[in-house]
């Protein structure tokens, strides 16, 4: 026996040696997939069974690949640098790019991302006059890319009403500019490499004939056509060798099909079906939270894992009563775990959506504890967060040059590069700053100017408003929520501007300034610079680095197949986790629940509740050692307070597992807008300093009038209080200088 295939247990070993024949490999999280399909290249290459170049293994992230490829390197001595290991887009590219003659591209083609594709189908419609309220170009994309998934060209799709053939023939338009133009999106990167293998026989053989081995991890997300490519690289006699859990298949939304598991073992006739039970991850009460939550999906193939660990460390629940405070216990935990030795590289922090990341980063950034965020960017650095700033420092300073270049046609009103030149070269004749420049500008760009020019104004106008409502005025009027709703893949760009709109409520209730009634209000000037100023700091620090030790921050999403010591899953809230777009077709989004069809009926609703479970099982399979679930009683939501319900996986945790760091939370909920219930949670650092008040309680305000006490946040001289005054509006209030008493 080689070293290879030490510290494998018997099922692993026999899925790793396994004969040159199909087979599926259907296993739990963290029973070894991985390893095994990383361990089968190295033993089929090192015993001589097939040479580098005759492999192909696919993965589903670029982290993965990267993985992969270092962990075969580490067993194998050869260059694995140069062998077909990547992401089904990253592998298509590649033969694209070998054979883009035959692919009928040029040899330079560009990839659209999902935004420029979305440009793209909008110029498309302006250019052949068509009425984009009646064709959205973010629903004709998704319609385009919805037909290349299941491998239909325009002309194959079937249509039946005037509408839908205009549709169709939109596509075929769409797909004929593309090709002008030597653009591919990502859908067509797979179709075309797929048709290229399809009609090329030569081609294809060559590739089956040299494919012996095609291995495929996280099988279980895969879509109808990069299943049909593996059909059709595997057709010469290859050994097509797939790894997957179907408790873990989290893109549905995006065309996964966890049916192709099924139709795999069916088509290929698979006699080596091995299934692993044995965690080597996580500790038994990790595990068997995990057990106990996807057991209530009714839809499941059915396994489950055990362990020889021991049950370990109870898992932590924290209940926190706002989302700024679940980000300090946070941060006051990792403290306390560096302390024991943990490096901050094995915490993750896991949040359902990305806009979650922003207040758990504030926390970190004012802690000084360096993180790095994975899968997507820093809060502050993401593009529609840097817009809406610029519009924000427009209105504090028009001579700011770059805030004004930034958003002077974002969203698009038609100044062109041309006028922008001779914008600037007016400015730079005069000396003065672009904003100062546009009325030398004449002709149709200078129109076009003038108007922005006045829009500017407008917004100025609006400078006394409180911070966050400013912030929410200048998203709407800049049309820049406009721009986004339009967008494909907009609904997260659409959060992270609400968020901002958040970030400026909290900033305002930690550092604004009270005025002589004791409310904390964004005043000109002043809350708004040092808003701007903040949020520089913020995105200025910069991110670290690669190999720095760093905490984890992700989306679920983008954890998957990954594993730390310990992890944090934060708000744990009904309607953020599970996501209120997944269970309720009341909502607009971009998740299942709304994208399986035109109807929205309680099955799919099911089928979202499911997914998002199995998106929760994910997250808890993520930890070795020890997990923290939190959740706040109340978030802000466009600068506003929201009332949260406990996310319904908390509650199907069992109880024996667990260990409440907070008294337990109350059964059928604690909050109702109008009068709250819930006694605040006390916060380590005041201890018994409180400020004498408690959420829920009714106080009187000289001003004001009556009220009732809905958040609260700092302590001692610096406590802050957020009250509810009815008609008078909700209000942040410094309780140092506010004349407010118990009524
Ligand atoms: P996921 O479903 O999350 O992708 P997986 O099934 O791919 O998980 P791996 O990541 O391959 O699981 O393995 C989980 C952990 O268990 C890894 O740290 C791996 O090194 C370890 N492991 C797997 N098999 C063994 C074994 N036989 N002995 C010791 N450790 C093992
Ligand atoms: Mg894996």
Redesign the pocket.
Known sequence: MTPLLD???AP?LAAVTLPPAHALIL??????????LTTRIAWLISTGQVSPPGVLAVTFTNKAAKEMQSRLAAMLPINVRGMWIGTFHGLCNRLLRAHYRDAGLPQLFQILDSADQQASVKRLLKSLNVDDEKFPPRELCHFINAQKEQGLRAAAVEAWDDWAKKRVALYEAYEAQCQREGVVDFAELLLRSYELLERNEPLRRHYQERFRHVLV??FQDTNKLQYRWLKLLAGGGAALFC?G?DD?SIYAFRGADVGNMADFEREFKVQNLIR?E????SHGNILDAANAIIKNNPSRLGKNLWTEAGSGEPIRIYESYSDGDEARWIVEEVRALQRDGHTRAEIALLYRSNAQSRALEHALFNAGLPYRVYGGLRFFERAEVKHALAYLRLIANTEDDTAFARVVNFPARGIGARSLENLQDAAKAAGSSLHAAISQVGGKGGTSLAGFAQLIVKLREAAHLPLPELVDHVIELSGLRAHYQNEKEGQERLDNLDELINAAASFVAEEGTPNQDGEITGEFGNDLSSFLAHASLEAGEHQAGEGDDALQLMTVHSA????FNVVFISGLEDGLFPHENAVSPRFGGHLPAQQVGGSQNSMNEDKGLEEERRLMY?AV??ARQRLYLSFAQTRMLHGQTRYNLPSRFVDEVPEELVKWLTPRAGKGGFAVPSAPTFQRTPRRSESSSGSGFRIGQTVMHAKFGLGVIINAEGGGSDARVQVNFGNAGIKWLALSVAKLEAA
């Open positions: 510290h494998l247990n692993q296993a739990g999280a963290g029973s070894g997939k991985t390893r095994v991890d996280e790894v859990d873990q692993l044995q965690n080597y991850r998957k197949g990954l594993e994910v399979t993520r």
